[in-house]
């Protein structure tokens, strides 16, 4: 396996930068009100193992990314224009979602981005069927990586999904970010096991751990799992320890997380662990991190501003058709 | 030659299967076994490869399929009784129902449902399922009562760019008949007149079409000329062959297979008090099972859905108002 390289480390560090940047502008427009539609839910925690996965999937190889509520450094990574969550979050009808739905629940389909439901766990046997009609088309090799977290690993969903894309041998990456809180449930009353990646074994599917603050064990864990569900095609399940270092969504002020874990190894800020870590290895100095941020904050204030001048859907236009097949639509309030 | 309901089924996903290279048929025994009822008996020797069976896990099923639709494909896939489509639930009214409208991405998938009761299956191998999914907003729903039906309307709604619930009745999978399989047929959202009448309409879909019209028959022997419409499709409602046919006779009766609470026949009680209200000469009535699971004796199967008897003496209650 080849080590992880000054080139891989810095984009995808300056990926999890543009991700934090604007997930911090959001955040604080949330606070101040207005203008943030709908609710806000961080990815602030998870950048590495997200990003780290996002780098090594391709949409031109045909890969799918299915990411969750915390996968904007993820999603970037993959490729999603920083407009998609700019126009989401604030509301603007040229918005991926136009206005119908939000958020995090943004996708595009089409392009190897689809697009979560809230129910969690549900996204995985999705990801897996895209995964099959690929092979039964005949379309070159690529892989599919669906992200949970642990609360989704207690769905009756993801135990479904888990077992079918094993038994159809799947090139499925299934990251599993162990923030260690569901909402406000910690997970000695989310699974009983001794780690989740035990589970992989029962699943029959190959199980990888990593420290999910350490941004190079995560490029270097996802190089070897994307690899290996591309060359095996057979479901690979990476288990990053990691904490979520925000609220469940800004609405909550996480007053239930043990203090202690945030002293922990798992508890560290991934954008931390990985400055310290470039500026160690030299591959790049305090003025280039201030490069770096500076070209992040600059775009993150270009799509936030272009999309706040941007109107919001209108209903009057709306076309209230949930068909494809215009001809079936009802005609509404009878 | 002559075809059975079931049979046309099978037909029906061999011809989408040589015609179309997307379709594809995923669900519990649908390969060498040919499928609980044997509606895909011999498919996977005819079509290798494009005839799955799948594990017990009807959520990750219906999400595979939606997967497999984002991808251009055009999945069938077959509980092996509706009953545990319930299983899948989530994935149909949540996933595959809202996609389109989400995301501009069409969800054409075809869940396939052997439904309705037959004497001896009991709560969970009877169940009409076709009000739960009517509900939701992005889905079609189809309740086939005829073979030629039963082909064609699969045969369009697996052409559909939409998610299709496909309510096959278990009781018509074999004594069910025709001569020959249709060429054309009336279009999915057109219901049919299945029986001309003037003193009174009977609403209904699916087998309680048949029982229907027994009843009309013997509602004849008295004198009284009953009109039957088969929705056909009940997601939508062609609400307008409702009306027209309540404007001939000025009384209606809606009868269906499914739990009395809500459901398609009181909407259709519903759309005929709101648009039509001035036509009706009496109250319209409906007729359901009764509020209680189904049960699995036949003694007590028979009495809890409605059959010809019970809609005879709805009718000839309503004739009398």
């Not at chain 1, 910690?186 to 589970?199: F, G, I, K, M």
């Not at chain 2, 995923?26 to 996977?44: E, H, I, P, R």
């Given at each position: 396996?080849?080590?992880?390289t000054?080139e891989?480390?810095?984009?995808?560090?300056?990926?999890?930068?543009?991700?934090?940047?604007?997930?911090?502008?959001i955040?604080?427009?949330?606070?101040?009100?207005?203008?943030?539609?709908?609710?806000v839910?961080?990815?602030?925690?998870?950048?590495?193992?997200s990003?780290a996965?996002?780098?090594?999937?391709?949409?031109?190889?045909?890969?799918?990314?299915?990411?969750?509520?915390?996968?904007?450094?993820?999603r970037?990574?993959?490729?999603?224009?920083?407009?998609?969550?700019?126009?989401?979050?604030?509301?603007s009808?040229?918005?991926?979602m136009?206005?119908?739905d939000?958020?995090?629940?943004?996708?595009?389909?089409?392009?190897?981005?689809?697009?979560?439901?809230?129910?969690?766990?549900?996204?995985?046997?999705?990801?897996?069927?895209?995964?099959?009609a690929?092979?039964?088309k005949g379309?070159?090799?690529?892989?599919?990586?669906?992200?949970?977290?642990?609360?989704?690993?207690?769905?009756?969903?993801?135990?479904?999904?888990?077992?079918?894309?094993?038994?159809?041998?799947?090139?499925?990456?299934?990251?599993?970010?162990?923030?260690?809180?569901?909402?406000?449930?910690p997970t000695?009353?989310?699974?009983?096991?001794?780690?989740?990646?035990?589970r992989a074994?029962g699943?029959?599917?190959?199980?990888?751990?990593?420290?999910?603050?350490?941004?190079?064990?995560?490029?270097?864990?996802?190089?070897r799992?994307?690899?290996?569900?591309?060359?095996?095609?057979?479901?690979?399940?990476v288990?990053?320890?990691?904490?979520?270092?925000?609220?469940?969504?800004?609405?909550?002020?996480?007053?239930?997380?043990?203090p202690?874990?945030?002293?922990?190894?798992?508890?560290?800020?991934?954008?931390?662990v990985?400055?310290?870590?470039?500026?160690?290895?030299?591959?790049?100095?305090?003025?280039d991190?201030?490069?770096?941020?500076?070209?992040?904050v600059?775009?993150?204030?270009e799509?936030?501003?272009?999309?706040?001048?941007?109107?919001?859907?209108?209903?009057?236009?709306?076309?209230?058709?949930?068909?494809?097949?215009?001809?079936?639509?009802?005609?509404?309030?009878? | 030659?002559?075809?059975t309901?079931?049979?046309?089924?099978?037909?029906?996903?061999?011809?989408a299967?040589?015609?179309?290279?997307?379709?594809?048929?995923y669900?519990?025994?649908?390969?060498?076994?040919g499928?609980?009822?044997?509606?895909?008996?011999g498919?996977?020797?005819?079509?290798?490869?494009?005839?799955?069976?799948?594990p017990?896990?009807?959520?990750a099923?219906?999400?595979?399929a939606?997967?497999?639709?984002?991808?251009?494909?055009?999945?069938?896939?077959?509980?092996?009784?509706?009953?545990?489509?319930?299983?899948?639930?989530?994935?149909?009214?949540?996933?595959?129902?809202?996609?389109?409208?989400?995301?501009?991405?069409?969800?054409?998938?075809?869940?396939?449902?052997?439904?309705?009761?037959?004497?001896?299956?009991?709560?969970f191998?009877?169940?009409?399922?076709e009000?739960?999914?009517a509900h939701?907003?992005?889905?079609?729903v189809?309740?086939?009562?005829?073979v030629?039906?039963?082909?064609?309307?699969?045969l369009?709604?697996?052409?559909?760019?939409?998610?299709?619930?496909?309510?096959?009745?278990?009781?018509?999978?074999?004594?069910?008949?025709?001569e020959s399989?249709?060429?054309?047929?009336?279009?999915?959202?057109?219901a049919?007149?299945?029986?001309?009448?003037?003193?009174?309409?009977?609403?209904?879909?699916?087998?309680?079409?048949?029982?229907?019209l027994?009843?009309?028959?013997?509602?004849?022997?008295?004198g009284?000329?009953?009109?039957?419409?088969?929705?056909?499709?009940?997601?939508?409602?062609?609400?307008?062959?409702?009306?027209?046919?309540?404007?001939?006779?000025?009384?209606?009766?809606?009868?269906?297979?499914?739990?009395?609470?809500?459901?398609?026949?009181?909407?259709v009680?519903?759309r005929?008090?709101?648009?039509?209200?001035?036509?009706l000469?009496?109250?319209?009535?409906?007729?359901?099972?009764?509020?209680?699971?189904?049960?699995?004796?036949?003694?007590?199967?028979?009495?809890h859905r409605?059959?010809?008897?019970?809609?005879?003496?709805?009718l000839?209650?309503?004739?009398?108002?």
């Amino acid at each position: 396996m080849s080590p992880v390289t000054a080139e891989k480390f810095i984009t995808t560090y300056r990926w999890m930068l543009l991700a934090r940047i604007l997930e911090d502008r959001i955040a604080s427009l949330y606070r101040a009100g207005g203008a943030i539609v709908g609710g806000v839910y961080l990815g602030r925690g998870q950048e590495a193992f997200s990003a780290a996965l996002g780098v090594h999937l391709s949409r031109e190889r045909g890969d799918v990314f299915g990411g969750l509520i915390r996968d904007m450094a993820g999603r970037l990574a993959f490729g999603e224009p920083l407009l998609d969550p700019a126009r989401s979050y604030l509301g603007s009808a040229k918005g991926p979602m136009r206005g119908r739905d939000g958020n995090i629940h943004r996708g595009r389909p089409t392009e190897g981005l689809p697009a979560m439901i809230s129910h969690l766990g549900s996204l995985v046997s999705v990801v897996s069927g895209m995964l099959l009609a690929k092979r039964l088309k005949g379309d070159p090799p690529c892989v599919g990586a669906s992200c949970v977290g642990d609360g989704a690993t207690s769905t009756g969903a993801f135990h479904e999904a888990m077992n079918t894309a094993a038994i159809e041998r799947l090139p499925l990456v299934v990251a599993v970010a162990n923030n260690q809180y569901a909402y406000s449930t910690p997970t000695s009353r989310q699974y009983a096991c001794e780690n989740l990646v035990d589970r992989a074994k029962g699943y029959g599917v190959t199980g990888h751990v990593v420290d999910g603050t350490d941004l190079e064990a995560c490029l270097d864990i996802f190089e070897r799992a994307v690899t290996a569900a591309l060359e095996t095609q057979t479901p690979q399940m990476v288990v990053g320890k990691l904490l979520r270092l925000s609220g469940h969504g800004e609405h909550d002020d996480a007053f239930y997380v043990d203090p202690h874990l945030r002293e922990e190894s798992s508890g560290r800020d991934p954008l931390t662990v990985a400055e310290t870590h470039l500026l160690e290895k030299g591959w790049g100095t305090p003025s280039d991190v201030d490069a770096w941020t500076a070209d992040a904050v600059e775009r993150v204030r270009e799509a936030m501003t272009q999309a706040q001048r941007e109107g919001g859907p209108d209903a009057a236009v709306e076309t209230w058709e949930a068909l494809a097949s215009r001809h079936l639509v009802e005609g509404g309030n009878a | 030659m002559s075809i059975t309901y079931l049979a046309a089924i099978r037909e029906a996903q061999a011809k989408a299967l040589a015609d179309d290279p997307r379709v594809f048929i995923y669900g519990q025994d649908v390969a060498t076994f040919g499928g609980a009822f044997k509606a895909t008996k011999g498919l996977s020797e005819a079509f290798p490869g494009r005839v799955m069976d799948a594990p017990i896990s009807e959520d990750a099923m219906v999400g595979m399929a939606i997967g497999a639709a984002i991808e251009g494909m055009r999945p069938i896939v077959e509980m092996q009784f509706a009953d545990f489509s319930s299983i899948a639930f989530n994935q149909i009214v949540n996933q595959a129902a809202t996609l389109y409208w989400r995301t501009g991405t069409p969800c054409p998938i075809t869940v396939r449902l052997p439904s309705g009761g037959t004497a001896g299956s009991g709560p969970f191998h009877s169940q009409s399922m076709e009000a739960l999914y009517a509900h939701y907003p992005g889905l079609v729903v189809l309740t086939p009562a005829t073979v030629e039906d039963a082909y064609s309307m699969l045969l369009e709604a697996i052409a559909l760019p939409d998610p299709v619930i496909f309510c096959e009745h278990k009781l018509l999978y074999y004594h069910l008949k025709a001569e020959s399989l249709p060429v054309e047929n009336l279009p999915i959202g057109e219901a049919r007149v299945v029986r001309s009448g003037q003193h009174a309409t009977i609403v209904t879909y699916s087998a309680m079409v048949h029982e229907s019209l027994k009843a009309a028959g013997m509602m004849a022997e008295d004198g009284y000329h009953i009109e039957v419409v088969d929705l056909r499709s009940v997601k939508p409602i062609d609400t307008d062959t409702v009306l027209a046919s309540v404007a001939r006779t000025g009384r209606l009766l809606a009868v269906g297979e499914a739990f009395p609470w809500g459901g398609v026949t009181s909407e259709v009680i519903a759309r005929v008090a709101a648009e039509g209200f001035d036509l009706l000469d009496c109250p319209p009535r409906r007729l359901n099972a009764r509020d209680t699971p189904i049960p699995y004796h036949p003694n007590l199967w028979k009495a809890h859905r409605p059959t010809a008897d019970t809609i005879y003496s709805a009718l000839t209650n309503l004739v009398r108002l």
